[in-house]
C-alpha cells in the first residue's frame, strides 16, 4: 500500500499564492506517477497537475501559467506551488499516487481563496 499525507492548504486573498506538499510512504517503488487534483462543493474531482515517473509534467488548462508541479523523489514528496489564486480555485485538494495496483488517495486538504 502507499500513504499520502497532505499539508499547506489554508485561506489565501485572491491574487496570493499557497504552496501544497504530500509525503508518501509504504510501498512507493512502483509508483508510475503522483499528481494534485481538487474537488468543489458540487463538483467532480479534476486533475490539476501531475508528474510522471519519466518526469514528464501534465497540467490542466486552468493550471498552466500558475500552478507549478514538482516532485523530491529522494524525500518521496510532491509539491503544488499555486499563484495568483482566485475564489474558484476554492475546493478540496487531493494528492494521488498511480502505480500498477491502482490509484492511492490522500486525505485532502482545504484551499479557500476569499477576501
Known amino acids: 500500500q502507499v500513504q499520502l499525507v497532505e499539508s499547506g492548504g489554508g485561506l489565501v486573498q485572491p491574487g496570493g499564492s499557497l504552496g501544497l506538499s504530500c509525503i508518501a510512504s509504504g510501498d512507493i517503488t512502483r509508483i508510475l506517477a503522483m499528481g494534485w487534483y481538487r474537488q468543489a462543493p458540487g463538483e467532480q474531482r479534476i486533475l490539476v497537475a501531475r508528474v510522471f515517473r519519466n518526469g514528464v509534467l501534465d497540467y490542466a488548462e486552468f493550471a498552466k501559467g500558475r500552478f507549478t508541479v514538482s516532485r523530491d523523489t529522494g524525500e518521496n514528496t510532491l509539491f503544488l506551488q499555486m499563484t495568483s489564486l482566485k475564489p474558484e480555485d476554492t475546493a478540496v485538494y487531493y494528492c494521488?499516487?498511480?502505480?500498477?495496483?491502482?490509484?492511492?488517495w490522500g486525505q485532502g486538504t482545504q484551499v479557500t481563496v476569499s477576501s
Open positions: 494521488r499516487a498511480d502505480d500498477v495496483r491502482g490509484n492511492w
